[in-house]
């Protein structure tokens, strides 16, 4: 098996997104390592980003009523001490993009252009020419990556389990490259993304399916919160895998969802009614959807023909599937979209295990709590990269890098497609005891038959939690608990935690 031994320091940083990216080039000079498990931000969920980046810029604004409205939509989870530092920390960051050439929206007065999003107090969305704020941000980090002299790039490289040595400390990866290779570092950072791809309707890119929170675990590492998958209200129903998202920019610049008859009815389910936090948007459009009123994304008045210029991303997915958004209602359906839960960290971003660091979706910083406020997840991937360079920079360590690891059996893609389903039809919008114990004996029986592969790990950890939660909070819903316990408690659970 091939080694690869980097230079001496050298942090390896594992997926290639915003996180993974930022963190890379705030380490300089500290050489590093990315590895990508395809060519550079092609699987990165980041790059599909269209709302933007949320901060306190208004003059009007302040991190105060920033952190207020992150803990509000968190729905009692969210740690307000990680909530402020964000909501602090928020403006430099998107300072440093600045510096980078990221070209967000500005006013005709050469201020930012923000945007209103759901359960955002103020208009603090900072975008790029309406929707492509994700993709944006990304061109300009790779190009920046790729001139960066302290940055390797290694790109069809895919992690599969931690190295660890016999003191329990991370020493790097295993990974695949055609075939097993060890890639060995004193330190470790993963910034591997979320888990949408685990199910059927997702707004994820595919590959996203946990395979980082499932190293982590498998590892011993405490996670946190997995029951917690905030499904996005608004993906087009246009039979495409992923489903395209229409941001939820949209609404904030007032499109409403109605009925196939036209008729808007999200009043009836909120007193914000298109603008309500993500979780009750998303069961109102499920429940229309079932009803058989349909769900539909009206802007023909809202934004009209202006479509092309301020939305084109949404734009050119309507006119692939023949649809005009700009005379036609946009079928909606809701849609995995962002993990809330994952690879519990401090506040620099430290897991529980030694050498070993996660950013990004992947972690669980205490920041989203049940239910993400929308745009804050580009703003805790940057704040904690921004953290982890800042504690790793300097740091030295003396430990040997290195350790052992057991490569975990693939996923055959039949195999993948089934869990897919299962996800959705009995872990999505709605959840109840018997559909969770239905998903966690089909992962069970998956596990037997095809070994126990990191999808496989991360989505029983998903199941067993939302089976444990016998209430119904933010993004977690159960029909037979729907009501909501007085006291919040997050969820802590390892590979170890009786079922």
Not at 309 to 335: E, K, N, S
Request: proline share 6%; with cysteine.
């Amino acid at each position: 098996m091939d080694t690869i031994h980097p230079k001496d320091g050298s942090v390896l940083i594992v997926g290639a997104g915003l996180a993974g990216l930022f963190l890379a080039l705030k380490l300089a000079p500290r050489p590093c390592i990315v590895v990508s498990p395809t060519p550079v931000g092609q699987a990165a969920s980041s790059a599909w980003a269209q709302g933007g980046l949320a901060a306190a810029l208004a003059p009007q604004d302040s991190p105060h009523a920033h952190a207020a409205d992150t803990i509000a939509a968190g729905a009692g989870l969210v740690d307000p001490a990680m909530a402020m530092l964000i909501a602090q920390d928020g403006p430099a960051r998107v300072a440093d993009l600045l510096d980078l050439g990221v070209a967000f929206d500005r006013q005709a007065d050469g201020s930012l252009a923000l945007s209103l999003e759901a359960a955002h107090s103020f208009p603090r969305v900072a975008r790029v020419a309406g929707d492509l704020a994700g993709r944006e941000i990304m061109t300009r980090l790779i190009a920046a990556v790729r001139a960066a002299d302290h940055i390797t790039l290694i790109e069809g490289v895919s992690a599969r389990a931690l190295l660890q040595t016999d003191s329990g400390r991370i020493g790097g990866i295993l990974a695949m490259n055609g075939a097993p290779m060890r890639l060995e570092a004193a330190e470790t950072v993963l910034a591997t993304g979320g888990a949408g791809g685990l199910f059927r309707v997702t707004t994820n890119p595919v590959e996203a399916a946990g395979h980082g929170l499932a190293m982590a675990a498998r590892a011993g590492a405490l996670i946190g919160d997995p029951e917690f998958i905030q499904f996005h209200p608004t993906a087009m129903d246009l039979g495409r895998d992923p489903a395209p998202l229409a941001t939820e920019a949209l609404r904030g610049e007032g499109a409403r969802l109605v009925n196939q008859d036209g008729t808007p009815f999200m009043a009836r389910y909120h007193d914000l009614a298109d603008l309500a936090p993500r979780d009750i948007v998303a069961r109102a459009v499920a429940q229309e959807s079932q009803s058989g009123r349909g769900a539909y994304l009206d802007s023909r008045t809202a934004v009209g023909e202006d479509f092309p210029i301020h939305f084109p991303t949404v734009f050119a997915a309507c006119q692939a599937a023949g649809l005009d958004p700009r005379t036609h209602l946009i079928p909606v359906a809701p849609a995995a979209h962002y993990h809330m839960g994952g690879i519990v960290t401090d506040i620099w971003g430290q897991t529980t295990l030694a050498g070993l660091s996660a950013i990004g979706e992947c972690a669980s910083t205490g920041v989203h709590g049940a239910n993400r406020l929308a745009s804050n997840s580009l703003l805790e991937a940057v704040v904690f990269a921004h953290r982890v360079a800042e504690r790793l920079r300097e740091t030295s360590v003396t430990d040997a890098p290195g350790g052992h690891a057991d490569m975990p059996s693939p996923l055959p893609d039949t195999s993948r497609q089934a869990l897919r389903q299962a996800m959705t039809a009995y872990a999505g919008v709605v959840r109840d005891e018997a559909g969770l114990t239905t998903l966690i004996n089909q992962i069970d029986q998956m596990k037997d038959q095809t070994g126990a592969a990191n999808e496989l790990i991360t989505a029983r950890l998903i199941a067993q939690a939302a089976l444990a939660r016998t209430e119904s909070r933010g993004g977690h819903y159960r029909r037979d608990f729907p009501t909501t316990f007085e006291a919040a408690q997050r969820s802590f659970i390892t590979m170890d935690t009786p079922s």
